[in-house]
Nanobody
Framework: QVQLVESGGGLVQAGGSLRLSCAASGRAVSTLTMAWFRQAPGKEREFVAANSANTGNSYYADSVNGRFTISRDDAKNTVALQMNRLKSDDTAVYYC????????????????WGQGTQVTASS
């Protein structure tokens, strides 16, 4: 069983930066595809970014490409999401997710989820 715990959320002014972290236990992140999703109030959960364990490739939603970066630290068994130039539209609860196999942008394909961390970018 894999447990995921997010941290690093908070309140930031639009244009600012935040770094989210996801700590995994129960399995090495090096063997998992890791991803970030988010859900804003009244909206459906959406894909943000993923890093594939098999290929090392990273994928991003168009809305965050060029502003967000996903990275993993295998030694610490963590995954991070660096978020720069935040916009008010980025306000949401951010979730860390994991799965075996290649990266997917469909949350239904992920087996493990964290509890989420709130990110608020005020304009």
């Amino acid at each position: 069983q894999v447990q995921l715990v997010e941290s690093g959320g908070g309140l930031v002014q639009a244009g600012g930066s935040l770094r989210l972290s996801c700590a995994a236990s129960g399995r090495a992140v090096s063997t998992l595809t890791m991803a970030w999703f988010r859900q804003a109030p009244g909206k459906e959960r959406e894909f943000v970014a993923a890093n594939s364990a098999n290929t090392g490739n990273s994928y991003y939603a168009d809305s965050v490409n060029g502003r967000f970066t996903i990275s993993r630290d295998d030694a610490k068994n963590t995954v991070a999401l660096q978020m720069n130039r935040l916009k008010s539209d980025d306000t949401a609860v951010y979730y860390c997710a994991a799965r075996s196999g290649l990266a997917r942008n469909d949350g239904r394909m992920y087996d493990y989820w964290g509890q989420g961390t709130q990110v608020t970018a005020s304009s």
